[in-house]
């Protein structure tokens, strides 16, 4: 994949959600559009290690309220007669789905005064009889009905006219410049965009091109196991329409699959990539919306392994004294009422015999607890969040199923941490580490954990301030066999590996891990993704010791 590829992709996996973030301070739907298209097209030169934080922080700079702006529907007129401040900061937080952190930085305020804003709007529009819903539905629309141009014709309209701008400066230069740039145009071809042309001079005749997927025509975009036999897998298919269709997977010996139909929860499919896959054993699953996380979003779940469907929801609908077998654990927004801003999150027990979600009775005691999905492969379940009245990083695990949970406070660390944490406890130790925004990466690692005492305690062995570097980091720790942990960042290549138990990392070798990895029932798991296409898009890579990496080829 070349640099011109790699930076498509990302246009395309992230242009939609950055006019999300854009028309939070827009508040119209074209001039997000606009802002986003130049930002891509300026930064265009620098693509090298760019990310889409970069790109967010990009467009929310540059982008500037519409001095009359017309609204989208009622919900929006709403939104228009709150204070602009708490406008912003709400939809940045409900269209974009930014976390409170990303915005404070993003608005250079306090994470107070952020939390502030938002209930402040939240209250308003509650007055006013509008349910967190409508907000929802708005973002929705929004996404659906923004326009992506294609980014070639956009790229091209700049270099003419930079060209044009050299003209001013040096004739021969620019003559030699435009040379070079117009050969590239087919014959039909303006160098002008739809877009563009909207833009600048209404309706106009423009050549259109035909769709073409920014991922391969077919790619398994997430896949889970529950022992070396079962798995299942989702297949996003692009062929002529932005709008993928989504497959389910099924391999009942390891090696042969099958296709199922699955259903779209929310019809929110676009690219294929919107789906979340819990499984609850060889023949159970649930099949939900990455968007979506309130008490009445519907999800479906099969106890046949996709051959039917039951349509289930998020709602808490009873409480158990323990986590049951084959369950998994999810952070729930609220409770039975609708709290869109997730204030009240509380651990929630995904279960196994319907697919709907129980509460435990004795839960972590954190504020904002975040759990890890699985159980470690010694049994125990972890959760980060926050102490109570502290408000410092902590962590809580139960080795008893969930009916009791020790606590430990985290050492301090610099920089604001995005949650959850990323917990890891595999052979004999517990590694965790905080990632957030640092001065050159959206996604910096900030600070690794280890505890050798089963999380009675934790040691500080990484700290960012400390090392004067930036590590960019997504994903799990990988913890391995012989003792050394490794991070892998958001690009091809950033893979960094400690062999002294957590203390220093270094760029290693990365023809095993290629992509984030996480922790599943059986080992870690790595699906491909756009930045990491090299061995095909239909291959996932399996480890049991964190060390030895072998694909499995996702297909029927």
């Not at 139909?261 to 990455?290: I, K």
């Not at 968007?291 to 479906?300: A, F, M, S, V």
Request: proline residues 7%; hydrophobic residues 40%.
């Amino acid at each position: 994949m070349t640099d011109q590829d790699a930076y498509e992709v990302l246009y395309r996996a992230s242009y939609r959600r950055l006019v999300l973030v854009a028309f939070a301070f827009t508040d119209d739907l074209h001039a997000a559009e606009t802002v986003v298209s130049k930002a891509f097209v300026e930064h265009y030169r620098a693509r090298d290690g760019l990310t889409e934080g970069d790109l967010v922080r990009a467009v929310a700079g540059r982008a500037r309220p519409t001095a009359e702006p017309e609204p989208l529907d009622e919900i929006h007129a709403l939104l228009l007669a709150l204070p602009r401040d708490q406008r912003s900061t709400l939809l940045l937080a409900r269209l974009a789905g930014l976390a409170p952190e990303e915005i404070a930085s993003i608005v250079d305020s306090p994470l107070e005064t952020v939390d502030a804003l938002i209930a402040d709007a939240e209250l308003t529009l509650a007055v006013r009889g509008t349910p967190p819903g409508d907000v929802v539905a708005l973002r929705d629309r929004i996404y659906r009905e923004a326009h992506r141009p294609d980014l070639a014709p956009l790229l091209l309209h700049h270099r003419q006219r930079a060209a044009r701008r050299r003209v001013r400066i040096g004739a021969a230069l620019a003559v030699l410049t435009v040379l070079a740039v117009v050969p590239a145009l087919r014959p039909g071809d303006t160098g002008e965009d739809e877009y563009q042309a909207r833009a600048d001079s209404g309706p106009t005749t423009t050549t259109t091109t035909p769709y073409r997927p920014y991922y391969p025509r077919s790619r398994v975009f997430t896949a889970e196991f529950v022992d070396a036999d079962h798995g299942f897998a989702l297949r996003a298919r692009c062929d002529a329409t932005p709008r993928c269709s989504r497959t389910l997977l099924v391999t009942e010996d390891g090696e042969h699959w099958s296709a199922r139909a699955v259903p779209s929860p929310s019809g929110l499919a676009s690219d294929g990539q919107s789906a979340t896959l819990h499984v609850l054993g060889p023949t159970r699953l649930v099949v939900g919306d990455v968007y979506l996380n309130r008490p009445d979003t519907i999800r479906y779940f099969s106890d046949d392994s996709g051959v039917s469907w039951h349509k289930v929801t998020m709602a808490v609908e009873r409480i158990v004294t323990a986590i049951p077998p084959d369950a998994l654990l999810e952070a729930g927004c609220g409770d039975v009422t609708r709290d869109a801003r997730c204030e009240q999150r509380h651990v929630t027990v995904l279960l196994p015999e319907t697919g709907t979600r129980a509460a435990l009775a004795n839960p972590p005691p954190l504020d904002q607890p975040a759990p890890e999905t699985y159980p470690a492969p010694d049994g125990s379940w972890w959760v980060s969040g926050r102490q109570h009245g502290t408000g410092r990083w902590a962590t809580a695990v139960s080795r008893d199923a969930g009916r009791t949970w020790q606590v430990a406070v985290l050492p301090e660390f610099s920089g604001v941490a995005y949650s959850p944490l990323r917990i890891t406890a595999a052979h004999g130790v517990t590694y965790l580490t905080a990632v957030g925004a640092r001065p050159d990466s959206r996604n910096g690692l900030l600070a690794v954990f280890r505890s050798d005492n089963g999380g009675r305690s934790w040691r500080r062995t990484w700290h960012a301030q400390q090392a004067g570097v930036t590590l960019p980091v997504l994903g799990y720790p990988i913890v391995a066999v012989d003792g050394s942990v490794t991070v892998t960042g958001s690009q091809s290549g950033d893979v960094y590996r400690s062999v002294d138990r957590g203390v220093s990392f270094n760029r290693v070798d990365s023809s095993q891990v290629r992509a984030p990895a996480r922790p599943t029932r059986i080992g870690y798991v790595t699906t491909t993704t756009p930045s990491y296409r090299p061995r095909g898009s239909n291959v996932v890579r399996l480890s049991t010791d964190g060390l030895t990496w072998w694909d499995l080829i996702v297909r029927e």
